[in-house]
């Protein structure tokens, strides 16, 4: 195992400004972030760097040994830094963006040839999502679900509904009319006789549409598990079998034939999607810029 070089630019921060807070704000991340740096370091050397006391971060004996010792090289460091920063003609900046994958592939995948920074996705449960961007690893996501993390501030800017569909081979007319009439119980029994597919990393759409409009679990495990939504679509398209998707995902092959919007429930389930960031960054210039073009696509 080695050290960290965030590590020790952790470590200085906090020596110089006293608290981990005041670290944070430096640093731009968040302060459970820096706390997490600082831990892993005192765990690393096998020492207690600081004494923490109300106001101030007091650091012991081998906290000042440490810091003595990492000083110059961190200041080299932090001195080559701009120096080549400022002769990088071509420098861009670079930014970590959080989303799941058929997000990207509706809405950023098109535009990354024309965006004038470097960009970074990364795809994974909304949960994990939050605490990179706590900590600083990302520095947007895209998600339907909020965290409690106080450095975090989420914007509402978009809703997706999610809906039953049908590949355009499937046979529908026994269940719509089940729907139409209000035997709901029926339709769920006929539903899970029928060829289903689904993804292994997100099985929450079926859960909730199906708890919130037959008002039960669902017992059934679906025939087919494929890598993602996209993948269901285009499965299904000029196909038989059934899915529950988010709308905006499946709105182009819908329009086209390939597949039926079969139903939206009796009350829609609609989940809002917000944008999450830091409270404080280094790049809100880049990260509006995102948020434009993802806008522009719901």
């Known amino acids: 195992m080695k050290w960290n070089l965030e590590w020790l630019r952790t470590f200085k921060s906090i020596y110089e400004t006293g608290t981990l807070s005041a670290a944070a704000q430096e640093l731009f991340i968040s302060q459970p972030g820096v706390s997490l740096h600082l831990n892993s370091l005192e765990a690393f050397t096998g020492h207690k760097l600081f004494d923490r006391s109300a106001r101030k971060m007091v650091p012991t004996e081998k906290g000042k040994i440490l ?7 961190l200041k080299k460091l932090e001195t080559g830094e701009q120096h080549f920063h400022k002769r990088a003609l071509d420098e861009r900046i670079t930014v970590s963006v959080g ?10 995948e098109e535009h990354i040839a024309q965006l004038p920074f470097n960009l970074i996705i990364k795809f994974g449960e909304y949960p994990q999502m939050q605490q990179d961007l706590d900590n600083g690893l990302l520095d947007l996501i895209i998600t339907p679900q909020k965290g409690n993390q106080q450095n975090l501030q989420y914007r509402p800017f978009s809703k997706e509904r999610i809906v039953l569909i049908a590949g355009n081979e499937t046979d529908t007319a026994e269940l719509e009319g089940l729907l139409g009439s209000g035997a709901i119980k029926s339709a769920a029994q006929l539903l899970k006789k029928q060829l289903w597919y ?5 099985m929450d759409h079926l859960k909730n549409f199906w708890s919130t409009h037959f008002g039960e679990h669902p017992d059934f495990s679906p025939n087919y598990i494929v890598p993602n ?3 269901i679509i285009r499965c299904l398209s000029n196909n038989k079998g059934f899915s529950i998707v988010p709308d905006f995902l499946c709105a182009e092959a819908i329009a086209t034939g390939k597949i039926k919007l079969v139903w939206e429930g009796i009350s829609p389930v609609e989940n809002i999607l917000y944008f ?8 809100q210039e880049e990260i509006k810029q995102l948020e434009v073009l993802l806008q522009e696509k719901w």
């Open 99 to 108: 989303m799941c994958f058929e997000t990207f592939q509706y809405t950023l």
């Open 67 to 73: 810091y003595n010792y990492v000083i110059e090289p």
């Open 229 to 231: 939504i996209s993948s």
């Open 198 to 202: 689904s993804t292994a990393a997100d």
């Open 276 to 283: 999450g960031t830091r409270k404080k960054t280094m790049y």
